[in-house]
């Protein structure tokens, strides 16, 4: 009833950009915080950046001052700006929201909507 469809990934050089895109779709009541997680081979899944409805930001340390996240709440839509990309923010990114939805009548919550994930790629 309610997707989360990630797009902009791919494959770029080091110091290059990428923008990342996450639509949620369905019968969607309120969507409170959005968030992108990545996780590289052999390693466990991270935050990298998320934002509440008003704007309030979380970034890992890793990628302060290169990544920008945002969202448009008209669109349900969260964005990753990701400049100065290097080998090792090459990793599945995965987009993530926190969404509440009718079902039929009723009103659910549901904090962990998870998209499919996207491929990125850095090349050295």
């Known amino acids: 009833q309610v997707q989360l469809v990630e797009s902009g990934g791919g494959l770029v050089q080091a110091g290059g950009s990428l923008r990342l895109s996450c639509a949620a779709s369905?019968?969607?009541?309120?969507?409170?915080?959005m968030g992108w997680y990545r996780q590289a081979p052999g390693k466990q899944r991270e935050l990298v950046a998320d934002?509440?409805?008003?704007?309030?930001?979380t970034y890992v340390d890793s990628v302060k001052g290169r990544f920008t996240i945002s969202r448009d709440n008209a669109k349900n839509t969260v964005y990753l700006q990701m400049n100065s990309l290097k080998p090792e923010d090459t990793a599945v990114y995965y987009c993530?929201?926190?969404?509440?939805?009718?079902?039929?009548?009723?009103?659910?919550?549901?904090?962990?909507?998870w998209g499919q994930g996207t491929q990125v790629t850095v090349s050295s």
């Open positions: 993530n929201a926190d969404i509440r939805y009718y079902s039929g009548s009723s009103l659910y919550t549901n904090p962990n909507y």
């Open positions: 369905g019968r969607i009541f309120s969507i409170r915080t």
């Open positions: 934002i509440t409805s008003g704007g309030s930001t």
